[in-house]
């Protein structure tokens, strides 16, 4: 299979392509996670116009669009929309603060949870506090053996 730029690559399962293989492993949680009847339904590749095309100074701009990796249908009829990380890139962080301005879906981005926080799949977000607050701790504890 062929190599993105950020090095993942490409994965099928079940006749889908995704970018990445986390992104087909998190395809298969959801999977599984529907066929438990915890989920309604999973959508994939939806897409989202953040802003409409328009002409200025008969200059035509094209329509800029989001297209996440999965959309999650609840049972109660709410839609969580899913981006599956590694890392975020410049481009995806303006287009992540334009969809939250304009859609009132939740975004969610995961990302693999290491084995050291209990494993599994985690809010990206969350994963980079829980390190953060980690470093701090290392700086801390070297700082404490400097004044010893």
């Known amino acids: ?3 993105n730029k950020y090095n ?3 994965a099928t399962i079940d006749g889908r392509t ?3 293989q986390m992104e087909a492993d998190y395809y298969l949680y959801l999977k599984d996670k529907k066929e438990q009847v915890r ?3 999973i959508k994939f590749q939806p897409k989202f116009v953040l802003q409409e095309a328009f002409e200025k100074n008969g200059k035509r ?3 800029i669009e989001y297209v996440a990796d999965f959309e999650v249908i609840e049972h109660s009829g709410e839609s969580i929309i899913i981006d599956v990380k590694g890392m975020l890139t410049p481009v995806f962080r303006i287009k992540e603060k334009l ?3 304009k859609y009132p879906n939740t975004l969610v981005l995961v990302t693999r949870c290491p084995k050291k926080y209990g494993g599994g799949w985690i809010d990206y977000y969350e994963l980079q506090r ?5 470093k701090r701790k290392r700086n801390k504890k070297k700082k404490n053996k400097k004044k010893s």
């Open 18 to 20: 995704f970018d990445s």
């Open 61 to 63: 701009h094209r329509k």
């Open 1 to 3: 299979m062929s190599r």
């Open 99 to 101: 969809f939250e301005k």
């Open 39 to 41: 989920i309604k339904d």
């Open 8 to 10: 993942a690559r490409k």
């Open 130 to 134: 829980l390190r953060r607050q980690d």
